[in-house]
């Protein structure tokens, strides 16, 4: 039997660093709309301005929520990772996987699906979860 090597949990640990900064980005820096926004909503700023006035005022708050929500989901990928994923335990695994697919993975879907300008740093923020997930099963 191989000793295991803790480097698919300090690459899950990166992907969840990834999140938290993701998450401050989106809390504190994300302006509400973005050019590839308007360019996928067919549309302009002032056009948004004039007919749904209170929209960029809304955006800000929904994306401070979303922002938290991504940020404490980073949080909790470091601390599992280095924790239950690092001493394989039980049910750590499916944990990790599901975490990565249904945040950065499915945002990462998305990006692609409306040719963000953001899709491939998206992609490249999912690979140390790919990598972590297929270096854990390498080294049972």
């Known amino acids: 039997m191989r000793k295991f090597k803790p480097y698919s949990a300090l690459l899950a640990a990166l992907g969840g660093f990834l999140l938290v900064a993701m998450g401050i980005y989106f809390c504190f820096e994300r302006p509400v709309l973005l050019p590839e926004d308007l360019r996928y909503m067919q549309t302009t700023l002032p056009v948004i301005y004039d ?27 470091i601390f599992i990772s280095l924790t239950s994923f690092r001493t394989r335990s039980p049910g750590a695994f499916g944990i990790v996987a599901m975490a990565g697919l249904s945040s950065i993975g499915l945002m990462t879907v998305v990006n692609f699906m409306i040719a963000s300008d953001f ?13 972590a997930l297929i270096l854990y099963q390498l080294n049972k």
Not at 54 to 61: C, N, P, S, V
Not at 119 to 131: C, D, E, G, M, N
Request: charged residues 10%; without cysteine; hydrophobic residues 60%.
């Open 51 to 77: 007919s749904i006035p209170g929209l960029t005022r809304w955006l800000q708050k929904v994306f401070f929520v979303m922002g938290s929500y991504i940020f404490t989901t980073g949080l909790l990928t």
């Open 119 to 131: 899709k491939w740093v998206l992609l490249a923020f999912t690979i140390p979860w790919l990598i």
